[in-house]
């Protein structure tokens, strides 16, 4: 990088040094036709001691800013293809576990249609009560996913607020 720098910067101290060596001669030598105050050498001097610090600053700092702007548009690109990973495993997660529980869920549907005693009712309400709460925590994480890959389409409805505070 500091070779890159070092070689934009002799460039263009360079062309600095030829535009400051024409100004002095048009000014000198064609305008005021004073040959006396010609001074290449000191102009070259004087160019080569102000113009290569500040050529070197400035271009050092244009290359640092590409040089990041490069690095940030990599970091954003690992970023975007991590979401993208997450949200199709989140996915794809999401409806492996959602198929057997729809099974275990059909199935305690299923059991609380026969007699049971009042231990088996009970047990078979904790089934149904916990595959559900799983079944919605699933169906949250794949809206999340959906959510995460732009998919998501939000359909506005009217809900009674003190109904769902209440469940609360």
């Known amino acids: 990088m500091l070779k890159r720098k070092l070689q934009q910067t002799g460039i263009a101290v360079v062309l600095t040094c030829l535009a400051a ?5 048009v000014f000198n030598i064609l305008i005021f036709g004073n040959t006396d105050i010609y001074t290449p050498g000191m102009t070259l001097a004087i160019t080569l001691t102000v113009g290569f610090p500040v050529c070197f600053f400035l271009i050092a700092q244009r290359i640092d800013i590409q040089v990041g702007k490069e690095a940030l548009a990599k970091a954003l690109d690992a970023a975007e293809d991590a979401n993208r990973a997450k949200c199709a495993f989140l996915s794809n997660m999401s409806h492996e576990i959602r198929t057997p529980l729809n099974g275990i869920l059909g199935m305690a549907q299923a059991m609380d249609r026969t007699t ?3 231990r088996q009712t009970e047990q078979l309400g904790v089934i149904r009560q916990s595959g559900e709460t799983l079944l919605a925590i699933i169906s949250d994480v794949l809206d ?3 959510i995460g890959s732009g998919k ?4 506005p409805t009217t809900f009674d607020l003190s109904t769902v505070v209440g469940g609360v």
């Open 116 to 118: 049971l005693s009042l």
């Open 152 to 155: 998501m389409l939000l359909n």
């Open 21 to 25: 060596s024409v100004v002095d001669y």
């Open 144 to 146: 999340l996913s959906e």
